[in-house]
């Protein structure tokens, strides 16, 4: 089945130590999503990609980045986490804005 | 900000339909009414959308007042597994905006036996 798929699901990582997390989509779907979902809060979006083209959201800190190599692949870059960056992230895809979006089962960081 | 207003909680007996409303009094012209829930530790999951006709797909129905200002999601049968946060969403279906789900707190729906 066509899906949204991240690795891995549970990230430890020590206090400003970076980290990475993926996201692949068997979808061919044009854009990408990452979202940042605390315990007990609604996602929040971080920013996007159509294409090869970068969206970042305005309040995103610049402690967090993302690539996208090829159009099945984006990873979240954290340089260096803080307590606070502890949460749910999550993947989500769209052919294009405004379609409904897809989204992967997240990965859950831990920080040390 | 989020621009919809929904209850914090609802129940709901297995097996009867659950109708969980939601508020969008600003709502602009080219702004869709999108619904999407969480089941607890998972991703968040597409149910439907609609501008303002009555919509039904093989999850759900959305019923949009004829004004656009509030909405009704109407899940006929409910199941154990439809237990999960509902987030209705107002957003442009192109353009500037598209992109973004601004979720709001949504509405924990609890289906009881």
């Known amino acids: 089945d066509a899906m949204v798929i991240q690795n891995p699901r549970y990230q430890v990582t020590q206090f400003g130590k970076p980290v990475t997390l993926s996201c692949s989509q068997t979808l061919n779907h044009n854009v990408m999503y990452w979202y940042q979902q605390k315990s007990s809060q609604a996602p929040k979006l971080l920013f996007h990609?159509?294409?090869?083209?970068?969206?970042n959201e305005a309040d995103t800190p610049d402690n967090f980045q993302s690539r996208r190599p090829n159009t099945s692949f984006c990873f979240l870059d954290i340089r260096s986490p803080g307590l606070g960056d502890a949460a749910m992230y999550l993947c989500?895809?769209?052919?294009?804005?405004?379609?409904?979006?897809?989204f992967g089962p997240g990965t859950r960081l831990t920080v040390l | 900000d989020a621009k919809t207003t929904q209850p914090t909680s609802m129940d709901c007996a297995e097996g009867r339909a659950a109708n969980l409303p939601c508020n969008h009094s600003t709502i602009s012209g080219n702004e869709y009414v999108y619904w999407y829930r969480q089941i607890h530790s998972q991703g968040p999951q597409y149910i439907i959308h609609?501008?303002?006709n009555n919509e039904t797909n093989e999850m759900a129905s959305l019923i949009i007042t004829e004004d656009r200002k509030s909405s009704t999601l109407i899940l006929p049968h409910a199941t154990l597994r439809d237990t999960a946060v509902y987030y209705c969403i107002v957003h442009p279906y192109s353009g500037a905006g598209s992109y973004q789900l601004t979720f709001g707190k949504g509405t924990k729906l609890s289906v009881i036996p």
């Open positions: 609609g501008l303002k």
């Open positions: 989500a895809t769209s052919r294009r804005g405004g379609d409904e979006q897809f």
């Open positions: 990609y159509y294409d090869k083209d970068f969206n």
